[in-house]
């Protein structure tokens, strides 16, 4: 019998794409997302791809009547749990609504999954969980700090989750840390569709080379890194996507709480990505730098040994693939779903 997956947020950048595997696996999928950051129209986009539709609730996490009615009409055997607020800027801005709804949702759908014995979840974490790490690459047992509130809300929702195993093992959670996820569908039809001026580096590169955006601000060249600008471990979108696929089989076969890296291992500069960018797609990437952005850290990459090892996963993907599905997806879609 086929499994049916629950995706809160499933409607998302990393969502859609992870709709996408799940159904050319033959999971069902059933989306919960209220749409705050993000459109119907990226499952249209998700049907046309897998000839499949998964089942689209547009409800908030937070409204646990209206949530309950999904646990009540849907045999779920697994939670993925995307949704939640993610713009580091923001968060410290506005840290209660972060909270509010990244912490109190995901305690909303906790409360449900335990009424309803649905015990399975996959957390969507964050590798700023690992704040300023000492060394690289970085592997899970690292210790973990958080600089702002996004990622707070990242580190409670682990040791919540690691609290409810302790008090209940028969649980099975696996706390999944994402390094830099970017790139789209290869099919162009999915991606990242930012609402306002994008924050992080990719989109907003993808926006300069299209001509939608000026020039790049680069955050400083005077880090300790090969060119003095930050370093990142970019992980493309699909590679991520089945992360979670491995990670739904390792509950499966192995229950109990996990934690894993996704990550490539390789970490590439500011300056790096913007060349590879201007080569592949043949577009000037203006640019200039600027001062360093308050919070970012030099360099940040990951080892991912242990979910090779232990959940047969790697990423396939370089970043060679990453800016020509990143572009493809610009280019075909230049206002996003809009
Ligand atoms: P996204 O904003 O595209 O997707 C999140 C989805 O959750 C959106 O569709 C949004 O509408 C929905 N959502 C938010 N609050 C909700 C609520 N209260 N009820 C129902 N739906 C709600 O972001 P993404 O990049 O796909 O990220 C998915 C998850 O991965 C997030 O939890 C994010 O923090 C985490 N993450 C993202 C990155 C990244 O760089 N993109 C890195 C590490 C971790
Ligand atoms: C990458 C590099 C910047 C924009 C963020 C979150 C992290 C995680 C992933 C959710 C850095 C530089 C960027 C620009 C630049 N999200 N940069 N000019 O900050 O590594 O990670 O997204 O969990 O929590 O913090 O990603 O893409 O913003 O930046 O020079 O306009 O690009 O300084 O070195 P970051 P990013």
Redesign the pocket.
Known sequence: MKKTILLTGGAGYIGSHTCVELLNKDYDVIVVDNLSNSSSESLKRVEEITGEKPVFYKINVLKKEDFRNVFKKHAIHAVIHFAGL?A?GESTEIPLKYYHNNITGTLTLLSLMQEYNVKNIVFSS?A?VYGEPATLPITEDFPTSTANP??STKLFIEEILKDLYKSDNTWNIALLR?F?PVGAHPSGKIGEDPNDIP????P?ISQVAIGKLKE????GNDYSTHDG??V?DYIHVTDLAKGHIAALSKLDTAPGLIIYNLGTGQGYS?LELVNAFAKITGKAIPYKIVNR?LG?IAA?YANPQKAAKELNWKTQFGLNEIVRDAWNWQTNNPDGYR
Do not use: P
């Not at 790049?216 to 955050?219: K, P, T, Y």
């Open positions: 993610k580091v964050s700023t996004y990622g994402y830099n924050n992080n580096l990719m907003y790049l601000s680069v955050f600008t930050g990142r500011v952005r970012d940040c």
